[in-house]
């Protein structure tokens, strides 16, 4: 099988990408290892510059339909329980608010969306092999799960949003401020949390932080970063992980005081984050191409914009009718779009988990009205107004 481009994974980068280039004329590909609606691990919060996008393609009333929950503030809260909120109200770039949604939910919406714009979508499809030519990866082999029959998929361009598994490219490099490879990601979903309303909570304790937001439903994403140790000791256990983890926080002990876990508890690790050795042989979007700090809450925004910087960018080499140049320019545009944001996420996360910086700086904040719209600016992108 051949399309004009193939798009190697089906989340919010590949699927609006794909939506984008079908809609544009292209045959369109997109090969996706699972089957959807599936749970992803991720901390399901979508913000301001990302709902915006949603809003431009009319996407935003058909996900509030399927229960997407309306976030007007974020809430940082020191490891001693002092607590500042930013509101999501003042950008004119933006959509004014974000939203708490499953992945299985969006996701699945997402490549549905696709789908009805013209790509054509092939689940269970494991990629074992890229297939490159001239310098250039022109496609794929692949095993159709679950028989593991073998197949071969070209395409004039591939684009790898397979996330951190990075299927066209094994190895990789960080290029970012940092190349931390402590900590260890862990998600759940719960219910019986009191007290949030339409705030995305970020707590601060000892090994790292953890944030809550509401999702559909009753439902709540607890998702947080810890350490290997801090894993380990857990061996499993959610109430003895949250133990060591976000109820060392104060007000977060407070919150999930009644918490029931309603999802399996799931985790990976070690995490890399900053760029990766973005490749020239083809284009890489969304966490295959850099896993971003998630202490700014961009994740599924970054993918989703990276995914249209990706469909422009591919759009315009057609155009030309000269491809090889399209990795390489596509490079220079995703680092000068990500790389600040990154680094000063990265910034923000190590002065936020000093525990005296940090609390002096959730204390001090309030007073000062040009930190908060610089914090603003660097947490969520935009202009602020």
Not at 31 to 57: I, N
Not at 108 to 126: P, S
Not at 376 to 384: D, Q, S
């Amino acid at each position: 099988m051949s399309w004009d481009v193939l798009i190697i994974g089906g989340g919010p980068a590949g699927a609006v990408a794909a939506a984008d280039l079908a809609r544009r004329g292209y045959r369109v590909g997109v090969l996706e290892r699972k089957r959807f609606p599936r749970a992803k691990l991720c901390g399901e919060f979508l913000a301001p510059r990302g709902v915006a996008l949603l809003q431009r393609d009319s996407l935003l009333d058909p996900l509030l339909r399927l229960g997407a929950h309306v976030v007007r503030e974020a809430a940082f809260i020191s490891s001693r329980g002092h607590r500042y909120a930013l509101p999501l109200t003042r950008f004119p770039d933006g959509a004014g608010f974000g939203l708490g949604i499953s992945r299985a939910t969006l996701d699945h919406f997402l490549l549905e969306r696709a789908q009805a714009c013209g790509a054509e979508v092939l689940e269970q499809v494991c990629v074992t092999e890229a297939i490159a030519s001239r310098g250039r990866i022109v496609g794929v082999r692949a095993r159709q799960l679950p028989l593991g029959e073998r197949v071969t998929f070209l395409a004039s361009v591939v684009i790898d949003a397979s996330g951190r598994a990075r299927a066209l490219d094994r190895s990789s490099c960080s290029l970012g401020l940092e190349s931390d490879s402590s900590f260890f990601a862990f998600q759940a979903h719960v219910s019986g949390i009191e007290g949030i309303g339409e705030a995305v909570e970020l707590y601060f304790y000892p090994s790292g932080y953890g944030g809550l937001v509401r999702l559909e439903g009753d439902l709540y994403n607890l998702c947080g970063l810890t350490t290997r140790e801090m894993m380990r000791r857990a061996g499993g256990d959610f109430e003895r992980l949250l133990a060591l983890t976000l109820r060392q926080n104060p007000r977060a002990r407070e919150t999930l005081r009644n918490a029931r876990l309603e999802s399996p508890l799931t985790g990976c690790g070690p995490l890399r984050f900053g760029f990766s050795a973005l490749p020239h042989t083809h284009v890489a979007i969304g966490d295959a191409a850099a896993l971003m700090d998630p202490f700014l809450g961009q994740g599924i925004s970054n993918a989703m914009e990276s995914g249209l910087l990706a469909a422009t960018l591919v759009d315009a080499a057609f155009r030309t009718g000269d491809p090889r140049t399209l990795a390489p320019r596509y490079v220079r545009a995703f680092r000068r779009r990500f790389a600040r944001a990154g680094r000063a996420a990265a910034l923000l996360r190590q002065a936020a988990l000093h525990s005296d910086l940090g609390d002096r700086l959730l204390v001090r904040l309030p007073e000062r009205a040009l930190a908060q719209r610089l914090l603003l600016r660097l947490l969520f992108g935009g202009k602020i107004g």
